[in-house]
């Protein structure tokens, strides 16, 4: 079975500092993981994926993930938050048949 | 490209009234997803359909819903008779070739359910 837990259902960060949102994983297999990212009153949006190549994935609009086997982890980064960077974000995570499994989200609250 | 259309964008039914939500998948997307999203929560799927079979559908409440992918294209999810805890948001989504690959779903802007 798989699952994703996100610590934090709300972050918020100043405009300009590092946007940490934490994602821990399950799963039976060998995982493909990935960051999806909702605007209001939208779908979700793929900002990276990780398919067992490179651990370090760079994602759209600066964002990068890193797969920590060890630490069963995918946190999502960011050095520098931008204003437009507020929004819902999900972890999810696939095994095989390409269903996705979500986290709860995290809302990213940006303060100028 | 034209992305995943959905309609209608919203609805508002009361209690024991059906429903329906259609989806238009991009174009040459061979699996179409739908999720629930229920406020708080992740997005939970449904059913998953590769090309006009379903591949999925564990998760589906198949008292109540139902749903379709004529001619591996469009597809209809219908809710009869709808329950207060049906109240979500309703998306589709679509990839490439899905089943057992990372393909990357592209979804719609969903369709947000309130049921009264």
């Known amino acids: 079975a798989q699952s994703v837990t996100q610590l934090g259902s709300h972050v918020s960060v100043s405009e300009g500092a590092l946007v940490l949102l934490r994602c821990n994983y399950s799963s039976s297999v060998p995982p493909y993981l990935f960051w999806y990212v909702q605007y209001p009153n939208q779908g979700l949006q793929l900002l990276l994926k990780?398919?067992?190549?490179?651990?370090l994935v760079k994602g759209i609009n600066g964002f990068e993930a890193e797969f920590k086997k060890s630490e069963t982890s995918f946190h999502l980064t960011k050095p520098s938050a931008h204003m437009s960077d507020a929004a819902e974000y999900f972890c999810a995570v696939s095994a095989g048949a390409n269903n996705l499994f979500f986290g709860t989200g995290t809302r990213l609250t940006v303060i100028p | 490209e034209a992305g995943v259309a959905q309609s209608p964008r919203y609805k508002i039914i009361e209690k024991r009234q059906s429903v329906a939500f259609w989806c238009n998948p991009i174009?040459?997307?061979?699996?179409l997803y739908w999720y629930q999203q229920i406020l708080g929560q992740g997005p939970k799927l449904l059913i998953q359909?590769?090309?006009?079979?379903?591949?999925?559908d564990s998760q589906l409440p198949k008292d109540r819903f139902s749903a379709e992918r004529l001619k591996g294209v469009d597809s209809t999810l219908k809710i009869q008779p709808a329950k207060l805890e049906d109240s979500a948001v309703y998306l589709c989504?679509?990839?490439?070739?899905?089943?057992?690959?990372?393909?990357?779903?592209?979804f719609g802007p969903g369709t947000r359910l309130t049921v009264l």
């Open positions: 359909f590769q090309n006009n079979g379903v591949v999925d």
């Open positions: 989504a679509s990839s490439l070739v899905g089943g057992g690959s990372t393909d990357t779903q592209y």
């Open positions: 174009s040459g997307h061979a699996t």
């Open positions: 990780y398919t067992s190549a490179a651990t």
